[in-house]
């Protein structure tokens, strides 16, 4: 536990200092149309009698795109309770930039945290610097191809600590297939020495009002490796209102 507040104090501390550095980009590229586009998303389900149960799914996304650069962050939190027991917990943080080297072709540089109470883990964190290909550039469709090496840090709830060099392979998948609705899909693949984490998730998004839209969500993660008694697969199915800020 004394490790998990150490690691997440050294995060917030490097989330604060580079708040100033991004406040003075912010500013820099402001005239040169820079703008930051964001949503949050938030479902709730609660149920009582004969069960007592409540979840939360909270996710918010955050991009900006400016000469060859585009940052991408997102943060996520997933709590759920049965009859006053805790049941689920789960944050996520992850961070991106990509460098355009060409029409299709970038540089990227990525970043994530993970705290799963229920995975056998106390964190994952991961950090990895690659290549991307645009296979689909299209108005209504796009499709991301990375591959980028990089280390990750994997400390389980028992207090083991393994240290692996991963190769990350991902794919992203975008079609807005009418002017109110948009399909997502992705896959990734974190592959190292004593673990392959694997996520893949869909989303069907369509929009209700002008900033506000419904999505229906459906995510599986995959770890090859976990303590005696944790499942290597989870799942989550989500519905949540998405509104854009």
């Excluded at 507040?5 to 200092?17: F, M």
């Excluded at 820099?28 to 149960?53: H, P, R, Y």
């Excluded at 943080?93 to 945290?113: F, H, I, T």
């Amino acid at each position: 536990m004394k490790l998990r507040r150490t690691n997440l104090a050294c995060i917030l501390a490097a989330v604060t200092a580079s708040l100033p550095v991004y406040a003075e980009e912010g500013a820099d590229t402001a005239e040169k149309g820079a703008v930051w586009e964001s949503t949050a998303e938030l479902g709730f389900v609660k149920t009582s009698g004969n069960s007592d149960t409540q979840t939360l799914n909270a996710k918010m996304t955050t991009s900006t795109a400016y000469d060859l650069w585009k940052h991408t962050l997102q943060a996520e939190a997933l709590n759920s309770t049965s009859n006053d027991v805790r049941s689920a917990e789960k944050y996520r943080l992850e961070g991106q930039s990509d460098y355009s080297l060409s029409e299709r072709s970038y540089a990227l540089g990525l970043a994530s945290w993970e705290n799963d109470n229920f995975s056998g883990f106390d964190y994952q964190a991961t950090a990895a610097i690659g290549l991307g290909y645009k296979a689909i550039q299209e108005s209504d469709m796009t499709l991301s191809l990375e591959l980028a090496p990089g280390y990750r840090i994997s400390e389980y709830e028992v207090g083991d600590t393994e240290k692996d060099a991963i190769i990350r392979a991902a794919e992203n998948f975008s079609w807005k297939f009418s002017p109110t609705s948009k399909f997502d899909q992705y896959l990734n693949t974190e592959a190292g020495d004593s673990n392959t984490v694997t996520r893949f998730g869909v989303s069907l998004t369509s929009q209700v009002a002008d900033a506000l839209s419904m999505k229906l969500g459906y995510q599986i993660k995959h770890n090859s490796d976990v303590t005696p008694g944790a499942d290597k697969t989870d799942k989550q199915t989500s519905v949540t209102l998405v509104y854009k800020l």
